[in-house]
Nanobody, 123 residues
Framework: QVQLVESGGGSVQAGGSLRLSCAAS????????MGWYRQAPGKQRELVAT???????NYADSVQGRFTISRDNARNTVDLQMGSLKPEDTAVYYC?????????????????WGQGTQVTVSS
């Protein structure tokens, strides 16, 4: 099992910045991708950004150029620096980690989620 603990959410005015942090603990060996997802009221959870263990990043079009994801493999942490925030960025943000396990010839993946942290952007 992997436990994910998020921090850094809050309220900010449009144009402002926030930094989210997530720390993983437990059976983190084999942890491959880490990332952030968000869910706004009445909407489905959506990808914000992911980063692999080799630091390959992927961003949603809506945050490209405004958000930056980073990762520290030694500390098992992933951060999301959010800038130029917009009211439509308001959501609960969830940290995600994917752990690969099993024999090399047939790897399995398990998904883990944090409890979520609220980000509110006012106009």
């Amino acid at each position: 099992q992997v436990q994910l603990v998020e921090s850094g959410g809050g309220s900010v005015q449009a144009g402002g910045s926030l930094r989210l942090s997530c720390a993983a603990s437990g059976k983190t060996r084999g942890m491959s991708s880490m990332g952030w997802y968000r869910q706004a009221p009445g909407k489905q959870r959506e990808l914000v950004a992911t980063i692999t263990s080799t630091f390959i990043t992927n961003y949603a079009d809506s945050v490209q150029g405004r958000f930056t994801i980073s990762r520290d493999n030694a500390r098992n942490t992933v951060d999301l620096q959010m800038g130029s925030l917009k009211p439509e960025d308001t959501a609960v943000y969830y940290c995600n980690a994917v752990v690969q396990w099993g024999p090399v010839e047939r790897l399995y993946e398990s998904d883990y989620w944090g409890q979520g942290t609220q980000v509110t952007v006012s106009s």
